[in-house]
């Protein structure tokens, strides 16, 4: 196939701890590390797998939010990305109108495969890649922990699913969305990092996609979770059954 | 009035419990009518047991024989086409859910509510995010129709104990041939479903094979408990994959979590938070997992864990 999708979204780093901000307006995120969302690294690993098999020409990896994002593209361009799409908007654009862009940049690009991660661990929503192939009238195979091409035609696709692992047949052109199981992306070397530097990154501003935005979900206030206190320390297995005894666990 | 409709889980033999969570979030709606739709090649069976939960109105079987198996580009036109006039379509946070119900919210134009925690109002929730650092209220548009799916570990199963309408129900759109399913492997155990299990024990990377994980079956069995795994675990390849629990596994609520040799990462930590007892056996003191822990035991899992299952014998 010419070209793979890669969508790149910018998160807060899966090793930091966020916190709600003390008057519940959000999240704080300022001055966190932030990171390629884990499931996407994943995705253009294995994009970049497929290409360097000879089954795909061009990986092109596509971000959309601030122009912060730029840093998370040339990080996928050290990667091993071909060339960087940044669509320029609102961070916190709502899902619905983030597969709308994905679906009009589908649409130019011609791409054989869109892969997505499965859930962006920000916002844990879990629904862009669905949405694209339901606008795109395309193929899903989610939660993807093998994939195998056949041609450009189509692609078998195992799926982890709470029974198991799924096996799934889809015409190509499709959209896969990754599990955690799918590979070990590659870490990038330093020569990568300044070669990627040359490489093509192209900005185009959201207004200009033609792209209606849909409505959202409006978050109305945020909060810290419900803590669980720290209990108590057993000495010993002995112990151990004494206290799950007095809590009526064992008999 | 809240026109709701559940869309049923299950494997065309059995109705997954996950419905009857769904029934219950339909139910915390202001005055619902909740309908349950059966997908299915023949659901007669799946859409019986449906029938039997309390709050459901009737129950919508939907036979083609496209519908064998669960395939989202297949299930959700025709989910679509039936969601003509409800407010409210509701799928649960499993894969079946997690995999269809975007897409069907796609289809009708709204965002989906993942993940619903609580019921604020008819178009108010509350949802993890950022692995349940947070805990966000989303309200949905106004007038527009609703698609969400539950966090079954948030609520309490609907009773049985009843017996609504079944209608046959066929519903006329195209649907597309482009997805194919192959086969599933699921692996056999007569140990308890882990998503509803009374009493998980996990093991983590510190087993440190698919051999001696079999301490951590023993135990299991000895308590007629499911067994679950960390990542790390499920990544070295010492169990299958459908034993993750955590942010990306499975979300569980079980009365009692027994984690051992699991360090107690965040993500691991969103998938038990809401179980009745956590017990943690870890040998290092300073584990996150002990933050959290009821009971914690500081041991070597190596001798502590055959000991406990001998004390249990
Ligand atoms: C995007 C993303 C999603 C993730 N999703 C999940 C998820 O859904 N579920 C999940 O579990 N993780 C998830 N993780 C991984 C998570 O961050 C941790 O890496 C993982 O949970 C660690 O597993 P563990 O506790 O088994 O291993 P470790 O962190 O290595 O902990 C092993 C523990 O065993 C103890 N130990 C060692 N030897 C012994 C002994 N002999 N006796 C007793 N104790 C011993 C050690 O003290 C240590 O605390 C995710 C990570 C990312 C980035
Ligand atoms: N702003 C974004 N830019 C690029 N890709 C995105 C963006 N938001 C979501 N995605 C893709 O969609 C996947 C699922 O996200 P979500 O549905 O938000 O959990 C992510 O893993 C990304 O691959």
């Known amino acids: 196939m010419e070209r793979i999708l890669v969508g790149l979204k910018r998160v807060v780093d899966a090793n930091v701890r966020v916190r709600v901000r003390a008057d519940g307006s959000g999240v704080e995120t300022d001055g966190l590390k932030m990171s390629i969302n884990p499931f996407d690294e994943i995705a253009l690993e294995e994009a970049l797998r497929i290409r360097e098999r000879g089954e795909a020409q061009e990986v092109v990896v596509v971000s959309i939010g601030g122009s912060e994002c730029q840093q998370q593209l040339r990080t996928g361009l050290a990667m091993g990305a071909d060339r960087a799409i940044h669509v320029d908007a609102d961070p916190e654009l709502d899902q619905l109108t983030i597969a709308r862009i994905l679906l009009a940049l589908a649409e130019k690009e011609n791409p054989g495969i869109v892969l997505l991660g499965k859930q962006a661990i920000d916002n844990d929503n879990n629904q862009t890649g669905q949405m694209l192939a339901a606008l795109w009238g395309r193929p899903q195979a989610t939660f993807a922990s093998k994939i195998v091409l056949d041609g450009d035609t189509n692609a078998t696709v195992t799926r982890e699913v709470d029974a198991g692992l799924e096996t799934v047949e889809v015409d190509l052109p499709a959209v896969i969305t990754t599990d955690l199981r799918l590979n070990e992306p590659r870490y990038v070397k330093l020569p990568d990092i300044m070669k990627a530097k040359k490489k093509p990154l192209l900005t185009v501003a959201f207004a200009d996609l033609g792209v209606e935005r849909a409505p959202a979900l409006e978050p109305v206030a945020f909060e810290p979770p419900p803590q669980r206190q720290k209990g108590v320390l057993v000495e010993d297995v002995a112990g151990l059954v004494e206290a799950l005894k007095a809590r009526g666990l064992l008999r | ?313």
């Open chain 2, 1 to 313: 009035m809240n026109r709701v409709l559940v869309i049923a889980e299950h494997d065309g033999a059995a109705l997954n419990p996950s419905t009857a969570k769904c029934v219950a979030c339909a139910a915390a709606l202001p005055d619902p009518e909740i309908h349950v739709a059966v997908f299915a090649d023949n659901g007669e069976a799946v859409a019986a047991e449906a029938a039997r939960l309390q709050g459901v109105a009737r129950v919508l079987e939907v036979d083609h024989p496209a519908n064998a198996h669960p395939l989202a580009a297949v299930l959700a036109p025709q989910i679509a086409a039936l969601a003509d006039g409800y407010t409210h379509v509701l799928g649960p946070s499993t894969t079946f859910g997690k995999d269809v119900m975007p897409r069907v919210a796609a289809l009708l134009g709204v965002n989906q509510v993942s993940d619903v925690m609580s019921v604020e109002g008819s178009h108010r929730f509350k949802r993890p995010i950022y692995a349940g650092n947070a805990i966000v209220t989303v309200e949905a548009p106004a007038g527009s129709v609703v698609v969400a799916t539950v966090r079954t570990a948030s609520w309490q199963a609907a009773e049985t104990g009843q017996d609504a309408p079944v209608e046959s129900k066929p519903v006329e759109v195209p649907l597309p041939e482009h997805t194919r399913f192959v086969e599933v492997s699921a692996a056999k155990t007569d140990r308890p479903d882990l998503q509803t299990a009374r009493i998980v024990v996990s093991g983590g990377r510190a087993l440190g094979s698919a051999e001696n994980f079999d301490l951590i079956y023993r135990l299991a069995d000895k308590l007629g408990a499911a067994v679950g795994a960390s990542r790390a675990a499920v990544d070295a390849g010492y169990v299958p994959n459908d034993m993750q629990v955590g942010q990306t596994g499975k979300i569980i609520a079980p009365d009692l979590y027994i984690a051992v040799g699991i360090s107690g990462a965040i993500q691991h930590l969103t998938g038990i938070k809401d179980a009745g007892t956590i017990v943690a056996i870890n040998k290092d003191a300073e584990a996150p997992i002990f933050e959290v822990a009821d009971i914690g035991l500081v041991g070597d899992l190596f001798t502590v864990v055959p000991e406990l299952e001998k004390a249990l014998s």
